[in-house]
């Protein structure tokens, strides 16, 4: 056929069909989404040190393990109260002049998603430490460790942050200072947080939702009180529920782990708790309200921690925490 | 007790006529159970028994027909020609033993044993319940029946060999009396003659001879003497061809060390991000840790590695089907080294921590990325401008999909980095069509093209079918174009344009299957050449995982699949068995089908078999655990399971990845090395050749001799 023989005609056409092809469906939907989609109301701006962050987060390739995006599947319920919509990344624009958008949403999760690190673990102190070496608090993970972005010397000076190390991660007598880098990176983790939709805005739904395969019995099933220590105070608290000196409170012959009288416990959990800061341990974040722990996870939790690790408590049942919780008010919203 | 033959001949006739009625009335009777639904099953067994019953009558009828027949046919008068038959089915020892023994009497009449038959018949239930109880009682029943019947059958058969076997051996007996008393000289004669013709044999040497081989045509090379220990299996050597042009070959094969050292490089970067998940305190240096190295990785082999090799080949491919010079040697440098550029400063900005924010492939800043879209776009120009002014009349298939594989690079690379469209999550549209576009609309398209060449090449035989490849060339620009959401499927991208990517994914199975039939059919006939080639492999691998690959692409796309193993390393392992099964299997076998041709000199055939075997089980060794343990991964997630269960999960697995990882690396260095050896300027002095040039210079500097 004369047109296969014709270099130009034959050329030409397959770089029209492609040219158009990728108009239709990457530059006419990139466009639109663009025009389409505004930045939700409730949304907030990054402070400049959260924005030096975001930087740093980018210049250091975590989004290579790390995904910031919530899929509208219920098996990414884990990470957010809602599935991400395009409106959340409206607000991402060019970098600058050399460097492209960086909406980040990462295509591989060998790590946690990040979507909403800043309500999850909004303690600053557990960043820094998980920055300087990840291993310290999770033994387990594969994280690289950043200890340049920190500095080590025998006393912190004026207004710098120390983080807390164990022995054997830093020589006897040195301190180990977080630099202005390493608390721009923590800034800008604490702010991922996922804005409220305005009022009456539909909340998208979470497809493929999991069955339950103890129905029926499930009012007497009870929950796996270990798998949620893991996934929501085992990263602070230790799986030998020792904590870790000078940064997290032992929960292992804890005294209001032990007690009889759970109220304490009960608001800790749900609302944090800065009752031993002058002892050099860190605030403790609202977990509980964070995660939206319902009053059968907070039971389970409570009685693995009573009974765990050699302690002996008395366990607690659900109309006991139930009581308790509706006592309970909410935490003053910063 | 033995039988006479009317007795038996009687016994059968009862037996067949038994079978007979009873496959009759079997019918009618299991009729009934058909009324109950329960019964369904019942009814389809009994109906299967009865068939095979009345199978088994009609074969035995047959049987007895024919043995009838047989017995019948021995009685006709013919028994001359039958036994002249006989004479023709006797081998050479028979005739002997006849020959000497022809005077002695034979034993014949061996009396016969035949035993009695005691096939039983149990008679069917007749009532029937629809109670399940009774369904499986009757089943139960129907059981030992059938196997009466199967017994029964078989001991008819033996008695109807018996029958045949008497038969024979009266035939044999009257043959034998024959040969004792009726054979005369003539008959004789003709067995004598038979034996001389069945005793004939070959000397052996009807082609050889003793004499030293002539050989008129030059058809005889390579021969061995003597025959060693076959170690390392024997692959044919290159075929010396006409020399190319000495200034393209020296581009082509820069073009191919630059890329082999950006591959040793690269891979040494994988192997090493590989390990850091095994260990990941192995170093604390900035510009060493993971989430830097990692795209160093990707972006060496990609642009260095892959994209050189693969435009190596290219200055190679085009002015050969063009059958003219290429249009500008010197345009070729200058890509070569733009290339280069682009791949050395990429790297170091990405280690020093300077890169485009995230998109994975296009981590390299645009200045960088310019160095590399010039080198293309002088490239495209060089390869149109050799193809405008071919002397052939046609465009060879080849040059279709690697201009078009050029113009699609330039054209994804300014979709990727012009900004005009990037913002919010345009640019996660932008990335899902560039990185899965980079893939396969350069990579893949690109590779088509080499192997559209060198594989009917390398089996000395056209193409299987030049339309399949017409139509795999349209099909993939048309499909492949529209896949690249595919990546962010349940992202908050546009949902049509995630079920738009889905469907083109499974359209892929068209250009790929039409690709995958055109290669594996042109090994047709030739697959005796794989055994002795150390190119085909390579090929064959390559094509493969080519279907193997693309389609697990498909497979992945779907939303159930996406569910489980989107986010592990499932990708990961994809794209391993694409990038790696595919891609650089068919980048190496056209390496050493080309380089021997460039410089006449051959890598050691022992480290070309290392290369290959380390690279393909290391693969192996890369991938399936990974897939496994991405899989339970994605099961864990979705049982909500704590995140951190399913990293302590994943260490076995990744120690795998780490195992194959290295084999793989190991195999590049076999590559290296092969690479050197095809180079090599000190190669072993060639007797016969340096002996011509000897004379040679000799005669030139003699003085003329005088006549």
Redesign the interface.
Known sequence: MEF??N?KK??GT??L???F??I????L???Q??RK?KLLPGAEPLTADAAKGKELF????????H?Q?V???E????WGSR????A????????DV?????????????G?DLTTIGTRQPSAEWQLTHLY???IL?E?????????LFTVKPQPGMGEVAVSVPEGYVAKGQKVIATREALQLVAYLASLKQTTLPDGAATPEF??K?TVKAEGGAATAELDGE?LY??NC?ACHQPNGEGLPGAFPPLKGSKIVLDDNVELMISIIMNGYEGRIKEGYGPMPAVGVNNQLTPEEVTAIMNHEKSSWGNGAKKVDLEQVKKVLSTLKAPEQP | MSLSQPIRQTMLYGFACLLLPASAYANPLLQQTSLSAQSHGLLLAALVAAGIMFLVALYLLWSITRLNSQVREQKKPHRRERFRDYLNLLNSEQIQKILRIKKLPLLAGLLLYGSSCFAQQTTVVRKLINDPGIIITILLIMLPLLAGIAIMAIKVLNLLQQQRNENNRREAGEFANYLQNEADEATLQTLRDRQAALDYRLSGQELTGSGAPKDNRGLITYINHEEHLPFFATKKKAIKRPDIDTALSRLVVAFIVCAAAWLVIGTSVGEYVGIKFVSPDADHISWLSFGRLRPVHTNTVFWGWASLAMLGLGYYIIPTVSNTKLYSIKWGWYALILINLAVITGNICLMAGINNAGGEYREYTWPVMALFGIGLALTLANFFKTIARRTTHEIYISGWYIVAAIMFALVITLVAYLPWWQNGLGETIVQGYYMHMGVGMWFMFFTLGIVYYFLPQQLNKPIYSYSLGILAFWAQIFFYTVIGTHHFVFSSIPWWLQTTAIVGSIGMIIPVGAGFTNFIMTFKGMWHKVADSYTLPFFLTGIVFYLTGSLQGTAEAFRSTNLLWHFTDFTVAHSHLTMYGIICFFAWAAIYAVLPRLTGKEAPHATIGAHFWLALVGLLFYTIPLMYGSTLRGLLWMDGKPFIESVVMMAPYWLWRAIGGSLMWLSHLFFAYNIYKMLDKKATVDIAATAVAKLEKEYQQAPTPIQ
């Open positions: 296969f023989n270099h034959l050329f397959a770089l069909l492609f040219v092809l990728t239709i469906v990457a530059i939907p990139a466009m989404n663009e989609n980018i210049a250091n390739g975590c989004v290579a393990c995904t995006q899929r509208n599947v098996m990414d319920k884990t599935p991400s919509i395009a959340d990344y409206a607000g991402s624009r060019r970098t050399w460097r492209n958008t960086a909406t980040l949403m990462g295509t591989e999760r060998t946690p070496n990840p291993r999770v387990a993970s594969v994280m690289p460790a950043y200890p340049w497809l493929y999991r798998a893991v996934a085992q």
